[in-house]
Structure formats: C-alpha cells, structure tokens
C-alpha cells in the first residue's frame, strides 16, 4: 500500500522528469535539427569503433568486419523515426564530447580500456537508481542513446553474411520443420528461425 506522501513524491518526482526532459529534448530536438544537414558518412568511423567495442573479435569476427557500421549508418538514413534519431545522433556528439574531456582524445584514439570505460559511462548513467523512476523515464523518452546503439549493433551484426554464417549456426535450407531443437554443449545459437 502506498502512502498519501509517496504518491505525492511520485508525483512531484513524474512531473520533475517530465519537465526537465520536455527541455532537454527541445535543445537537443534543435542541435539534432541542425546537424541532420550534415553527412553521416563522417560518423562511420566513430559508429565502428562502438560497434566494435560491443562485439569485439574474438573466435568469431567482430563488428568491423561484418561492417555493422554501414548498417547502423542505412537504419539513421532510411529507417528510424526522428525521436531515436535525435538520441542517437546527440549520444554521439556527447560521447565524442565526454571522450575529449575525460581522456583529452577523440573516443577512435583512445585505447580500448579507455573505450570500455567511456561506454560503460553511457550505459550506467542512462537510467535512475529507482526501478520505478526509470520505467516512467524509459516510457516517456524512449530507450537511451546505448541501449539503441547496442540494439543496431547487435541486430546488424547478426543480419551481416559473416554474423550469420560464422557467429551463428546457419543452416541454409533446412529441411524439416522443428518446433523444438535441444542446445548441446558449446553450440551456436541459430541464425535462422
């Protein structure tokens, strides 16, 4: 049961977010406005060296070389909407931003513990410490700049020729259709559904 005092925090607290995130939104809505002229083929660089700290290379290629970058850069030009578009492009000119400041570098030139430690800023400021507070966070303003990056990331990487056939078990044509298939030990998960 919640208290008359909570629910009025809850409130005072809702309509704090609301109103600090309505203005935050309208200055980055019109920084986004005005970069949108600019060519996104100057952050591809920048994008591959997120995606590739997000899936490194390891015993299966990484996200440079399944060329995610070009994925992500095709979903900003063709696909998504203008809200996640904005978050993205502001995330990135905030991370180049807080690269320069913190480590007195552009985030290509750092190393890659420093990379780590850059994303591991975005992915932990991202949300409130209260699971209430981020939920109504996350319901009004959409997914964060991180979140949206590690979405494409993956998704890209897992739609990549080299990210489906030699990250995931592929199986070109298969022949029979089987609703359940048992994992064995060390196995890929499955490219095809």
């Known amino acids: 049961m919640i208290t008359r005092r909570q629910a009025i925090l809850i409130i005072v607290i809702t309509l ?10 309208k200055y980055k809505h019109n920084r986004a406005i ?5 060519n ?16 490194p290379a ?16 095709n979903v900003l030009e063709n696909c998504i909407e203008i809200k996640n578009f904005n978050i993205i ?11 320069l400041k913190t480590y007195s570098t552009s985030f290509e030139k750092c190393t890659l513990k420093n990379k780590i430690a850059v994303l591991e800023h975005f992915e932990k400021n991202k949300l ?5 507070l981020s939920k109504i966070q996350r319901k ?7 979140e949206q990056m590690k979405w494409l990331t993956v998704s890209g990487y897992c739609q990549s020729k080299i990210g489906a056939t030699q990250a995931l078990a ?13 994992y064995f030990p060390n196995q890929k998960s499955w490219a095809t559904k």
Do not use: M, W
């Open 40 to 55: 996104l083929n100057d952050l591809r660089e920048l994008i591959a060296d997120i995606a590739e700290v997000i899936i």
């Open 128 to 132: 409130f410490k209260n699971l209430l």
């Open 170 to 182: 592929y199986d070109h044509i298969p022949i029979d259709y089987v609703s359940c298939i048992p």
């Open 16 to 25: 704090f977010i609301v109103f600090t995130g309505y203005f935050t939104i």
């Open 58 to 73: 390891t015993n299966s290629p990484g996200a440079k070389e399944a060329r995610v970058a070009d994925y992500i850069l």
């Open 140 to 146: 009004i303003f959409g997914q964060s700049f991180f």
């Open 89 to 99: 492009l502001n995330g990135l000119e905030d991370l180049k931003e807080y690269s």
């Open 34 to 38: 005005n970069n949108k002229n600019k």
